[in-house]
């Protein structure tokens, strides 16, 4: 019985997957099972899965038809195979460095009380280095997430940068909350830390997460905004059982003026109408209630931060302008 089971979901993911694979194929670590997914592509991703399937720690499934992303990755989670210690998700447009299921299971062998383990990694071209102070390698779990809510993001990041301790409840079919649908993982995360305690770190640079024109977080986060509207979710949901009360006050506080600010500024861009749309669509599911008066503070925000910086707001919506019309003549062009 394999002692971690790494697993990929993939959709038209040919560009990278074979080279995603070779990276577990290379772990100095070898007591695996691979399990990939295929999320009904339409490429050639199942037959780069196949080319490989003469090690028989690689097992290969197919949804049979496309599932949104977080059904995806709990329909993955769900085919482990029973007895499995460890879940390690890796993304197919993602790598694993050669050391990096030793170091982490080191970690979580030796500490029966994590639940979770990261390590430094390489976002797109950035390294980072956000982590407990160095040599420390075990952290309670609510100042971890206390981190999280105070903005240092990248303690909790993608799903690839992580090793989950088995048994969790709901593993399987519900692991990730759909109702996040484009941060589930994050929320993931606080979630097993508040169900079982301490975090596990290795100080290296295990992961890398390739950003890419084609990648979800680009056209998602970027543009619609989805971290600022998900983590203000998650502080809701989660924040009370890891904060005092005057901490949650002042966070929330926090949140809300820049989710404000984002939505403000998103009135002058060109993808203003689908923005506000993605976020109004999205308020119920989440748990999050904007009166009229907290649409009136979203133009105060603005306007407000209009007044203290005048030029930067006027470039800035010239800029937007720019863009708009840009995107007009390309359209007209194209039709």
Known sequence: ?????????VYNGSKYLRSCIESVLCQTFSDWEYVIVDNGSSDDSRSIAESYASDKRLRIHSNGQVLPVTLSFNRAASLVSPGIR???FLCADDLLFPQCLELMLRVAESNPHVSLVGSYKIHGTQPVFEGPPFPQEVVPGREVCKWFFQGRLGIL???????IRLP???AGSSLFDPTFSKHSDTELFVRLLKDRGEMGFVH???TFTRVHAGSVSVKQAHILGTGHLEALAILNKHGPDFLTHGEMKTLLQTRRRAYFRFLFRSLFKSAGKEIWR???SNWPSLGIYLSS???????AVGAAMCAVHPLD????????ISRRASRTVRQRIDG
């Open 1 to 9: 019985m394999a002692l971690v089971s790494v697993v990929t979901p």
């Open 86 to 88: 460890y879940l390690k």
């Open 157 to 163: 990041g993608s799903e690839t940068n992580h090793l």
């Open 168 to 170: 969790v409840e709901g």
């Open 204 to 206: 290296q640079v295990l």
């Open 278 to 280: 993605y976020h109004r």
């Open 293 to 299: 008066c907290d649409m009136a503070r979203v133009i």
């Open 313 to 320: 707001s006027l470039n800035r919506l010239r800029r937007e």
